[in-house]
């Protein structure tokens, strides 16, 4: 089976603080993906990635950052966290484009 | 506003009844469409997925129908279970983009 990891389940930080998110996956899919989601809205993109070192804005890349330095792990990276950063983080990946992707349990980040 | 989307649409139905999950896609270039089941506290789960030259999957109990001239796919669930209690969400995969969601569709049996 495929296994996403988010390494927290649930974060809390300060606003200003530099916040890290990590995701690693165990199937050397060559995507990976970060959403967030709020609710009611669904699942929006915030970066992904198709291979080790790319990466692509998703539709609300303002605010975050992300870093692939190895194939199995993604990481996002708030650099100055805000209290509308405050949100659920799902990490996902998937084989190639045009497979489905796997998703992580999520990361719950509440930003005080 | 983010305060419109806070209310998820809800299907609610009689254990043992069909459901029929409904989702309008934005991308008419969109090619591979996904449905996924998310339950409480959980990341989402792949349910079934469709490519753009289908026009019908079927899975174990459940029927994805995708409609290309209006942008629509439906989720056909069969002889639904409280186990299926759950929200749902459509996705699209966008030509060079990453998965597209919705906004989902709570579903609740009723036993």
């Known amino acids: 089976d495929v296994k996403v990891t988010q390494s927290s389940r649930y974060l809390v930080k300060r606003t200003g603080e530099k916040v890290f998110l990590e995701c690693v996956q165990d199937?050397?899919?060559?995507?990976m993906f970060w959403y967030r989601q709020d609710p009611g809205l669904g699942l929006r993109l915030i970066y992904f990635?198709?291979?080790?070192?790319?990466?692509e804005k998703g539709d609300i890349p303002e605010g975050y950052s992300v870093s692939r330095e190895k194939k199995e792990r993604f990481s996002l990276i708030l650099e100055s966290a805000s209290t509308n950063q405050t949100s659920m983080y799902l990490c996902?990946?998937?084989?190639?484009?045009?497979?489905?992707?796997?998703f992580g349990q999520g990361t719950r980040l509440t930003v005080v | 506003g983010e305060s419109v989307g806070l209310h998820l649409p809800t299907l609610s139905v009689q254990e043992g009844d069909n459901s029929i999950i409904n989702c309008a896609y934005s991308?008419?270039?969109?090619?591979?469409f996904i449905w996924y089941k998310q339950e409480s506290g959980k990341g989402p789960q792949f349910i079934i997925d469709?490519?753009?030259?289908?026009d019908k999957r079927q899975g174990q109990r459940v029927t994805v129908l995708l409609n290309k001239t209006v942008k629509h796919l439906s989720l056909q669930i069969a002889a639904t279970q409280p186990g299926d209690s759950a929200v749902y969400f459509c996705?699209?995969?966008?030509?060079?983009?990453?998965?597209?969601f919705g906004s989902g569709t709570r579903l609740q049996v009723q036993p």
């Open positions: 996902a990946s998937s084989l190639n484009v045009n497979t489905e992707a796997f």
């Open positions: 469709i490519r753009s030259n289908m």
């Open positions: 991308n008419s270039a969109s090619d591979y």
């Open positions: 996705a699209e995969n966008r030509p060079l983009r990453a998965l597209t």
């Open positions: 990635s198709y291979d080790v070192k790319m990466k």
């Open positions: 199937m050397d899919h060559e995507n």
